[in-house]
C-alpha cells in the first residue's frame, strides 16, 4: 500500500541528530519511512490465524476428517434431484470424533414370510379339491357349480306378458337353496305383497278398503308364510282370520285330509320327519287388485306363487324307498292305535310351539325346491244387506291351487317333494311318475290349469 510522505522529514527513531548510527552498522532501517497514522490502521489486514483454526489443522494433520453425510454447505451448489423411487444409501455411522464405526445387522424380515408362503403353498397342493371348492363358492372359478346370482325383481304390477327368463342350471344346496332359480331374484316373505291404492268402492270408503286389503295380506301372510305352519303346525292365526263357515271348512280339512278336502289347498305345510325348510326365506311373487262386486260391496283377488327351499328330513330317504301310495280321494289308511286306544290321522296337527327344530346339516347337503301357486277371491258383503264380520275374510268363488314338487295322489295334508339323491331308490313307486303334460311353474302368463292330472315341471 502506499506510505504518505511527510513534507517536514524527521530523524528515525532511535537515531541521533547528525545522522549518526548508534548500531554502527550503516544500514538503512525498512520502517524509517512508514508512517503510522489512522489511513495505515483502516488499510492494514489480518493474517493471523485463530486458536480453534490451528488446533483443528494441528489434528487433521495425521487424522483427516470423514464426511457424515446428510449436511450441505452453501457453498456445495444446488441438491441433485433424487430418484423418485430409488433406495438412498444410508450415510455411514460415525463416532463424535467423525471416526467410521460397523453398523448392526438387523434381522431381515423377508425370510420368515418366505418360508410361510412356501408351507402354504404345499398345503394349498395337498388339497386341490377343497382349493377349487372354496375359490368356486366366493369367487365363481369358472367351475360348473359356481353360484350365480340372478338379477332382482320387482313385485308384479299386472298380469306378465313372458315366462321368466331362463338362468344356468346348478345344484341347490343349503348354503345355496336357491341357485339355478329365476326365484333367487324374487322379492321375499310379506314385502312380496304389495297393496295397491285403497279408492271408495261400492258402499266402502277408501279407508275402509285399505283396511280390508290389509286384512287379505296379513292371511296370507299366515297361511304362506309363517315357519311353524310350513313345518307341518296348527295354522291358528290364519284360521282366526276367517268366517265362521269358511273356518270350519278349512278345520274340517286339516282333522280328515282327503282329495276334496285337501289341506294344502289352503295352507302351505311338509312333514318335518320327510322334508324341512332351509331357513325362514320363502321367494314369492304375485298381485293383488280388487273391484266392486255389483252388489255394492268388494272383490280382492290374490294370486301368488310361492317357491320353498327344503332339505332332506331324518326319514326322506325311507320315505323315498317307499312312498305312501296313492288314496284314490279316499282318507289316508291310519296307523294301528296306540296303547292310549286313541288313533290318530296321518295328517297329524302339531300345535305352534311345540315343533321340535331338525338338526343341522352340511352346507353342501342337496336341497330343493317346491313352487306353490295359489289364486283366492275374498268377497267383502254389503254389511246394510247380509249378516257378515267386517273383520273376518269370506272365500269368493273361483280360485284354486297347484304345487310342482310334490309326489301326485297323496292327500294326507302336506306337501312331500322329491329329491335327486333319493330319486333313484323309487323308479317304480306309485305316484312318483307324473303323467300329464311338462310345464314352467314360474310361468304367470296363464291361469291355473282344470285338467286334474299329475304333470312334470320344467323347472325347479
Known sequence: MPIAEDPQPRPAEGREPGGSDPSGAGEKDPFADLVLDEEFVKGAAVTEQSGRTRMLAARWKHTPPVDPGGRRSVNDGPAKAGRRFGRTPKPPVTDPWGNPRPRRRRLDWRAPLYVVLTIAVLLAALNLDGLRSWYSDHYGGGSSNAHTPVPTVAPETAQPTAAPPK??????????????????????????????????????????????????????????????????????AALALLDREDRDRAINALANPAKDTDPTTWFSRFDQREAVQVGDTVKVQGRITFEGDGDKGLLVHA?????????????????????????GGQPPTKPAAPKDGTAKPVGLLVPVGLLVPAADVAGDTWTTRTIVRRVENFRFYDPARYRVNPKKLVFGEGGGSESANSSCDVYDGYYHPEFDQFAAQSPDAPGSRPTGPTTDPYDRRKDLSTRDECGAASRL
Open 167 to 236: 338362468v344356468d342350471e346348478q345344484q341347490p344346496t343349503v348354503d345355496h337353496p336357491w341357485a339355478g332359480s329365476v326365484a333367487e331374484g324374487w322379492p321375499s316373505g310379506a314385502e312380496a305383497f304389495v297393496l295397491p291404492d285403497a279408492r271408495a268402492t261400492g258402499v266402502f270408503s277408501a279407508e275402509q278398503v285399505g283396511t280390508q286389503l290389509q286384512l287379505v295380506k296379513d292371511y296370507l301372510t299366515a297361511a304362506n308364510l309363517d315357519p311353524q305352519v310350513i313345518a307341518g303346525g296348527r295354522p291358528e
Open 303 to 327: 294370486d301368488f306363487s310361492y317357491v320353498y327351499a327344503m332339505r332332506p328330513g331324518p326319514d326322506a330317504a325311507k320315505r323315498a324307498a317307499s312312498p305312501q301310495p296313492p288314496t
